[in-house]
């Protein structure tokens, strides 16, 4: 089965601070990835996707995500973060033609004004 | 987006009694449903895949008679918590999917806090 992986538990950055988030999985195979984010006392939010084409996929806020394939990682990044950027970060992967979204264990991103 | 709409958001039960959760996907239809769980600081947990019309799939571990699954129509899903104890309190999350297993984005429900007392 395969597993998802997120380094870093807690970050804490100050404004216009640049942001990489770490998101590694296992499996071989081609697989669909997700970040999605989670606002205090709000529902999860899909920030951006990959599914095929250009590794670098941009998503909503100015996120945008690179997707690796040799390395399996697809880190989150963010060139200036702003202070309602605070929330928790959740990475994701599904198997192609499969129907189960697992996900990383989270991160906490805390900014600091 | 799509909007994914769960009750209750709060839960407050006894123990030995069930809880029933909905999820309901409001300006769309779900072919597939899935309920997660997720305990304080850790990440979702799949405790079930459920699609209309038919037996919902457990992941292992997860108990089919005390968390039973109804999916009962396109928009609908429900999880009944049975008999809840202490140790069932957590968030419970369900999302929704349009497409089968060639699905492009999960919708979430905003979540369902259970404490049981």
């Known amino acids: 089965a395969q597993s998802v992986s997120q380094h870093n538990h807690h970050v804490i950055l100050s404004e216009a601070a640049s942001l990489e988030l770490g998101c590694n999985y296992s499996?071989?195979?081609?697989?669909?990835l997700f970040w999605y984010v989670q606002y205090p006392g709000q529902h999860l939010q899909l920030l951006l996707k990959y599914f095929s084409g250009d590794p670098l996929v941009k998503g909503i806020k100015g996120f945008e995500a690179e997707f690796i394939k040799s390395k399996f990682s697809f880190n989150l990044r963010k060139p200036s973060v702003q202070w309602s950027d605070t929330a928790e970060y959740f990475c994701?992967?599904?198997?192609?033609?499969?129907?189960?979204?697992?996900f990383g264990t989270g991160t906490r991103l805390t900014i600091i004004p | 987006g799509a909007v994914v709409s769960q009750h209750p958001s709060r839960v407050i039960c006894k123990s030995g009694t069930s809880v029933k959760i909905e999820c309901r996907s409001l300006d769309f239809q779900a072919t597939t449903m899935f309920w997660y769980r997720q305990f304080p600081k850790q990440s979702l947990m799949l405790m079930a895949t459920s699609n209309e019309g038919s037996k919902a799939t457990y992941e292992q571990g997860v108990e089919k008679d005390k968390f039973l699954i109804n999916h009962a129509s396109l928009t609908l899903s429900t999880l009944t918590v049975t008999s809840a104890h202490p140790e069932d309190s957590s968030f419970y999350i369900c999302?929704?999917?349009?497409?089968?297993?060639?699905?492009?984005?999960?919708?979430f429900g905003q979540g369902t806090r259970l404490t049981v007392v």
């Open positions: 994701a992967v599904n198997i192609f033609g499969n129907e189960k979204l697992t």
């Open positions: 999302s929704a999917t349009t497409g089968g297993r060639s699905w492009t984005e999960a919708f």
């Open positions: 499996y071989g195979g081609t697989v669909n």
